[in-house]
């Protein structure tokens, strides 16, 4: 899909975005985003598996977690369709597949912590090593552009997966540390505080723009050009325009 998708940005009219807007460009822009977007969490959970396998989880290997297959790590419809319709929607990365680890089998709380990091410094990491490959490697405008926006949603979803948030990696990685009534609380909320997170993203204009806000000066620092990553979130949002 992504090489689909970069192939018609590449050869797409992408300045079209300020006249007629060109089909190809702006399919090209959306296959290569929502393709990397999926890859990209399998990487994520890839990061928690292969940290909580090295941390003292012995299960990881047999489920299949250590593959890099998208399929183990997913739920078709809930971990893919849901979130990438979100994507296309409101343009905010919402948490996708998840993998159940033991934490019981973790050797030390600093292992706990790290193994719900791994996954946020993955998409950072990829985020990153985009903004990199983009500076160093000569490519048409097109793909310039979805790359760019795609190595922001990178930033933007380790953005939102680091918040102290339970049901979020943040709080997994603050949780070993805290009382028992803390986590107790974190349990009770879990299923339903990232929901109310995303609900005051997609009400709360002034929420989505300070996370945005953010997420632009981390991948400003990373190299990336914040024209770029505007122009390919306009193509992949094209519908709003």
């Given at each position: 899909m992504s090489v689909v998708g970069g192939f018609l940005a590449a050869y797409g009219d992408s300045a079209s975005l300020t006249g007629s807007k060109d089909p190809m460009f702006i399919a090209g822009v959306v296959l290569l985003v929502a393709g990397g977007w999926i890859a990209s969490l399998t990487l994520h959970e890839f990061g928690h598996a292969i940290v909580a396998y090295r941390g003292g989880d012995g299960s990881i290997?047999?489920?299949?977690?250590?593959?890099?297959?998208?399929?183990?790590?997913?739920?078709?419809?809930?971990?893919?369709?849901?979130?990438?319709?979100?994507?296309?929607?409101?343009?905010?990365?919402?948490?996708?597949?998840?993998?159940?680890?033991?934490?019981?089998a973790l050797r030390t709380r600093a292992t706990s912590m790290w193994v719900s990091l791994a996954g946020p410094l993955s998409n950072l990491g990829a985020g990153a090593a985009l903004c990199l490959v983009i500076a160093l490697v000569p490519m048409a405008q097109g793909l310039f552009y979805g790359l760019s926006y795609l190595a922001l949603l990178q930033v933007m979803t380790f953005l939102i997966n680091i918040l102290p948030i339970p049901g979020l990696d943040g709080w997994g990685a603050l949780e070993p540390y805290l009382s028992p009534q803390a986590r107790e609380f974190g349990a009770r909320v879990r299923p339903w505080a990232p929901l109310v997170l995303f609900a005051l993203l997609f009400a709360f204009q002034a929420v989505s723009n300070l996370l945005w806000d953010v997420a632009r000066a981390i991948f400003g620092a990373l190299g990336g050009s914040d024209l770029a990553g505007v122009i390919g979130q306009a193509a992949f949002l094209f519908w709003r325009n």
């Open positions: 290997p047999d489920k299949g977690y250590l593959t890099l297959d998208v399929r183990r790590y997913t739920d078709p419809v809930l971990s893919i369709v849901l979130p990438l319709v979100f994507l296309l929607i409101g343009g905010i990365p919402l948490p996708g597949g998840a993998v159940w680890i033991n934490r019981g």
